[in-house]
C-alpha cells in the first residue's frame, strides 16, 4: 500500500490538512494598543483568565537552542510578569537551563487558541536572584517543594520507582508543616522582552500582527506585521 492509499482510507476527520476554523472575532488596531507590550500583555492576559476560555493561561512554550543553534521546546508555568519581563522557574540542571546557559537567547510562546490569539515573545534569559527566588519558593505546595528535590530534572532515571522512593524518602525527612529548604539548584528565569508580538485570528485567515520592538532608547516601536 502506497502512502497515498494509506491516506485515502484515513477517517477524514483525522485528516490535518481538512481540519479549518473560521476566526470570526474582533480584530486589533494599533490605536487600541498600551504604551509598552507588558501592559498590552496584562491586558490580554486578565481577558484570558477572567472569561475562562483557556485552560491554565500561564502556560507558555518556552524555546531555547544549545550553543550549536539546536532548537528545544517545551511547555513552562509562568508564574510572574512585570515591566522587566516574564519569569518562570526550573531546575538549572535542566536542559533548558543547560542550554540558556550556553545561549541565553529564548522565545516564548503563549498560545490561546480558544480566543483566537498568540503572544510570541522574543527575549534574553538572565537568572532571578536568590532573594527572589526564595520568596517564590515558599509560596508552593509542600508536594511541589519537595518535588523540586526529588526531581533531577531531564536526567534518565531507570523507572519511576526510585523517583517516588526519593520522594517518599524527602517527606519523611520534611513532613507536612516543616520549612523545606531552597534546593541550590533550582531558581529562576527572567525573559527581558526584545520584541513582543501579539497575534489576533481574523476571517480569510487575515489575521491581526502587531509587534513591539525594544528601541535602544529604551522606547518601543510598533509595526504591523502581514499575515
Do not use: C
Not at 153 to 169: A, F, K, M, N
Not at 171 to 184: C, D, K, L, S, T
Not at 189 to 216: C, K, M
Amino acid at each position: 500500500m502506497t502512502d497515498r492509499d494509506a491516506t485515502a482510507d484515513r477517517d477524514p476527520r483525522l485528516d490535518p490538512a481538512a481540519m479549518r476554523k473560521q476566526y470570526r472575532v474582533a480584530g486589533l488596531d494599533e490605536k487600541e494598543l498600551a504604551g509598552g507590550p507588558m501592559e498590552q500583555f496584562g491586558r490580554w492576559f486578565e481577558e484570558a483568565v477572567v472569561q475562562g476560555l483557556v485552560y491554565e493561561p500561564n502556560a507558555m512554550v518556552v524555546s531555547t537552542a544549545d550553543a550549536d543553534g539546536r532548537p528545544s521546546s517545551r511547555t513552562v508555568l509562568l508564574k510572574h510578569y512585570d515591566d522587566q519581563g516574564f519569569v518562570f522557574y526550573t531546575n538549572y540542571d535542566s536542559r533548558k537551563a543547560r542550554e540558556l546557559g550556553a545561549n541565553p537567547y529564548v522565545s516564548l510562546l503563549f498560545p490561546w487558541h480558544p480566543m483566537a490569539r498568540q503572544v510570541l515573545v522574543t527575549g534574553i534569559a538572565r537568572r532571578t536572584g536568590r532573594d527572589e527566588t526564595a520568596a517564590y519558593f515558599r509560596t508552593r505546595p509542600h508536594g511541589s517543594q519537595l518535588g523540586a528535590w526529588a526531581s533531577a530534572q531531564s536526567s534518565v532515571i531507570p523507572s519511576r520507582v526510585g523517583l517516588e522512593s526519593s520522594y517518599e524518602e524527602l517527606a519523611a525527612r520534611y513532613p507536612e508543616g516543616e520549612q523545606v529548604p531552597v534546593p541550590p539548584h533550582w531558581g529562576g528565569f527572567r525573559i527581558a522582552p526584545q520584541t513582543v508580538e501579539f497575534w489576533q485570528g481574523r476571517e480569510n485567515r487575515l489575521h491581526d500582527r502587531l509587534r513591539y520592538t525594544a528601541q535602544s532608547s529604551g522606547s518601543w516601536h510598533v509595526e504591523r506585521l502581514s499575515p
